[in-house]
């Protein structure tokens, strides 16, 4: 059962951003179940396509990370989830988090730099600091 802060976050699946950027996030999913592929009843990643992507613990409206991806499927899940390429903040998330808790949503953009750009500072207004895995400014 989500918490009325994540309940209300969850609500937030479209957000604007300068200069006319609109993206339209996935549901949030569970780390689990992004694990396991597509083909055999896990969660369908978008392939070859361009997007951002955050994590954050089920009941936590603020963000373990926020990334950018030139390939969203290979990142979130070969990368962030499965460690399978690297990935230092899925490093540092599955050595130091209980991952059951932990949920990932995503969205396609053809400008993932500048839309993570902002995402960051939002969640710098937001929290005062970079998502608790991000390590650059």
């Given amino acids: 059962m989500m ?6 976050d969850e609500k937030e699946s479209v957000i604007e ?3 006319g950027i609109r ?6 999913y569970k780390w689990g179940d992004i694990k ?3 083909r055999s009843s896990g969660i369908s990643i978008p392939s070859g ?3 951002v992507y955050e994590a954050r613990h089920e009941h936590e409206p603020s963000r373990l990370t926020i990334g950018k991806a030139s390939d969203l499927r290979q990142r979130i899940r070969q990368g962030l989830v499965k460690g399978k390429i690297p990935h230092s903040s899925g490093a540092r998330i599955r050595g130091a988090e209980n991952t059951e808790t932990i949920l990932v ?3 396609e953009t053809d400008r993932p730099a500048a839309v993570e750009e902002e995402l960051h500072r ?6 005062g600091r970079l998502p608790k895995y991000t ?3």
């Fill in 17 to 19: 951003l300068p200069p």
């Fill in 135 to 137: 390590s650059h400014t």
């Fill in 3 to 8: 918490d009325a802060t994540a309940a209300e």
């Fill in 23 to 28: 993206l339209k996030w996935s549901p949030w």
């Fill in 122 to 127: 939002q969640h710098r207004q937001r929290y």
């Fill in 36 to 38: 396991s592929d597509a």
């Fill in 105 to 107: 949503r995503w969205a």
């Fill in 49 to 51: 396509e361009r997007g």
